[in-house]
């Protein structure tokens, strides 16, 4: 089955423990993406990869880092994360020129 | 880059009516414009899309038009029912895909039956 997977789902930490959420698709799609969500403001892009190796800001990229050494993975981190990360985040991938195919959010809250 | 506005935030509408969402954009180089469905709980669905060379998309009870001059586009759902009540997010992009989106607000969308 075509998916993109996000794990954890849910996380409770606390402020400065560094953290890592993992997302993986099986579809070979060569652009990936990291959105946070938070209530009025929609998605916010928060790094984008287009293909291995090759990655860029979105707008909201303060705070967090990525790396894309496989096609098929696209870990977002945070090094030390704080309280205004708390959010429902979501990962994306696509083939180049085609709709984007969510995964299912990992909700973080950061005390 | 490009701004998206999306009204309005909240709709609600008695099942059997139409419901209308607007986006404006402020990149006149954006040429592709999805259109997400997110329901509670569960991760971001395109329901419809278009691009900058038509001005209208149809697909049973969902349409959407585009207005490149005024950049504006609009999503249309006919005789609505209960389970089209969700949030609903508009996108808009400059290069021709799905990448690189900026999303709208949202809105929540409610159908009373």
């Known amino acids: 089955e075509a998916q993109v997977t996000q794990n954890p789902r849910y996380l409770i930490t606390v402020t400065g423990k560094k953290l890592t959420v993992t997302c993986s698709q099986n579809?070979?799609?060569?652009?990936m993406s990291w959105y946070r969500q938070d209530p009025g403001l929609g998605l916010r892009q928060i790094y984008y990869s287009m293909n291995v190796e090759v990655t860029d800001k979105g707008d909201v990229p303060e705070g967090y880092k990525v790396s894309r050494k496989e096609k098929r993975n696209f870990p977002l981190i945070l090094e030390s994360p704080s309280p205004n990360q708390t959010s429902l985040y979501f990962c994306?991938?696509?083939?180049?020129?085609?709709?984007?195919?969510f995964g299912d959010g990992t909700r973080l809250s950061i005390l | 880059g490009e701004n998206v506005e999306q009204h309005p935030s909240t709709l609600s509408v008695q099942e059997g009516d139409s419901a209308v969402i607007k986006c404006t954009y402020s990149d006149s180089a954006s040429n592709y414009f999805p259109w997400y469905k997110q329901e509670l709980g569960k991760r971001p669905q395109l329901i419809i899309d278009i691009r900058s060379n038509v001005g209208e998309k149809k697909d049973q009870r969902i349409a959407v038009t585009l207005n490149k001059t005024a950049k504006h586009f609009s999503l249309h759902i006919t005789e609505t029912q209960p389970e089209d009540s969700a949030v609903y997010f508009c996108a808009a992009t400059p290069n021709n895909a799905g990448n690189m989106l900026t999303f709208g607000g949202g809105t929540r969308l409610m159908v009373k039956p």
């Open positions: 994306a991938s696509s083939l180049n020129n085609q709709p984007q195919h």
């Open positions: 579809m070979n799609h060569e652009y």
